[in-house]
């Protein structure tokens, strides 16, 4: 892949085709990729590419589009988390081929894409993604679409990132204030950008700030899944700049607000 922050910071949600198949070249190189992806949890993500035709799908935000990807994963603990860190990096590699992507949980006959998926009791099917060619000219739904969500606007550092408790903004400078830029471009369902992260004790641990209406039984919790995308690229980031970030769950018990749930912590 080229360069992480070139290919982050570049990225955007696409919502417009432009109608071509993908290459076989592109396809089969995105599989490829997507066999090799892994996350913290070494919980399973079985990849499922489903060509639109064949199987009758589409969503009504979305015109042009050819293929989809999604992925399955057991109702297992930290499975929602997994599913977002393991979606975002094939959505990252998609967008260095010049394929377009976009995150889609409810926006889609949800029945139709999992019987078309072969999900199976036990399982779920968290989010799917078109993957295609962006059109020349974004849609005048999806330029609303954009614009009602704010998607080229992101919260400050000091709203998300905190040294040692939640009362002190963090100030980083160099390889970790990079890094932090990343995680605080990173998607998440309607630009709520719900990450909290607390640095304590040289240790960044990540917790997930609960808005009422993102847990359902189908996608398990959306927000969960946003934070799984925002410490891919907090790991990510971290390698890209030499160094060596192990991810591990034990809760530092730092005193946070009730509406705040701690996820994950990432130690350097």
Not at 123 to 128: D, E, F
Not at 196 to 211: L, N, Q, S, V
Request: hydrophobic share 40%; charged share 25%.
């Amino acid at each position: 892949m080229p360069d992480l922050y070139e290919v982050v910071m570049g990225r955007k949600s696409v919502r417009t085709y432009d109608g071509r198949n993908l290459t076989p070249e592109d396809l089969q190189s995105i599989k490829d990729y997507a066999a090799g992806i892994t996350n913290p949890w070494d919980i399973k993500v079985d990849w499922v590419f489903m060509d639109a035709e064949e199987y009758g799908l589409s969503s009504p935000v979305l015109a042009g589009e050819k293929m989809y990807v999604t992925g399955l994963v057991d109702k297992v603990p930290y499975a929602d988390v997994a599913f977002g860190y393991a979606f975002e990096q094939l959505v990252l590699y998609a967008w260095s081929l010049g394929i377009g992507t976009v995150w889609i949980g409810g926006t889609m006959k949800r029945d139709h894409f999992e019987r078309s998926a072969g999900l199976t009791a036990g399982r779920r099917m968290p989010c799917v993604s078109p993957l295609g060619y962006p059109a020349a000219k974004k849609s005048v739904k999806e330029v609303m679409m954009r614009k009602g969500v704010k998607a080229d606007v992101r919260k400050p550092l000091s709203e998300i990132f905190f040294d040692g408790d939640m009362s002190t903004p963090l100030e980083e400078s160099g390889s970790i204030a990079k890094v932090m830029e990343l995680v605080r471009w990173a998607p998440s369902a309607v630009n709520k950008q719900p990450w909290r992260i607390i640095r304590k004790d040289g240790r960044y641990h990540f917790y997930e700030k609960h808005d009422k209406g993102y847990i359902s039984d189908a996608v398990g919790d959306m927000q969960k899944i946003d934070i799984g995308i925002a410490l891919y690229h907090f790991v990510r980031g971290l390698e890209e700049e030499g160094m060596a970030p192990a991810v591990s769950t034990e809760d530092p018990a730092i005193d946070v607000p009730k509406d705040m749930e701690y996820i994950a912590t990432v130690s350097i």
